[in-house]
């Protein structure tokens, strides 16, 4: 069974940063299979992909609004992925969710919504003075 759960959401000042985990189960992250992708919404907003990385290569992506500032990596022995966002603006505040791609169509991963199969329960990301 697959599942994923994220932590590390919290209360921080403009310019500061945080760490978000994703804990998977049921599957390997480094499996060719999966891709992991971060996706936020905030209040009153749709919601939106930000970074993944894929599982074959670890290669990532990022949404032009955070690029330079948020960082995607894994811990294979770990089984978890990490969202590292710095430099973290008031508009970054949202719950911040963790998606897996199970798929043999595609190797790199997207930041298109529907393409993500499993989904974790989200932590609160709020930035603010």
């Known amino acids: 069974q697959v599942q994923l759960v994220e932590s590390g959401g919290d209360l921080v000042q403009p310019g500061g940063s945080l760490r978000l985990s994703c804990a998977a189960s049921?599957?390997?992250?480094?499996?060719?299979?999966?891709?992991i992708g971060w996706f936020r919404q905030a209040p009153g907003k749709e919601r939106e992909g930000v970074s993944c990385i894929s599982g074959s290569d670890g290669r990532t992506r990022h949404a032009d609004s955070v690029k330079g500032r948020f960082t995607n990596s894994r811990d294979n022995a770990k089984n978890t992925v990490y969202l590292q966002m710095n430099s973290l603006k008031p508009e970054d505040t949202a719950v911040y969710y963790c998606?897996?791609?199970?798929?043999?169509?595609?190797?790199?991963?997207?930041?298109?919504?529907?393409?993500?199969?499993?989904w974790g329960q989200g932590t609160q990301v709020t930035v603010s003075s």
């Open positions: 998606a897996a791609d199970r798929s043999y169509l595609r190797a790199m991963c997207r930041l298109v919504e529907d393409e993500y199969d499993y």
């Open positions: 049921g599957f390997p992250l480094d499996s060719y299979l999966y891709r």
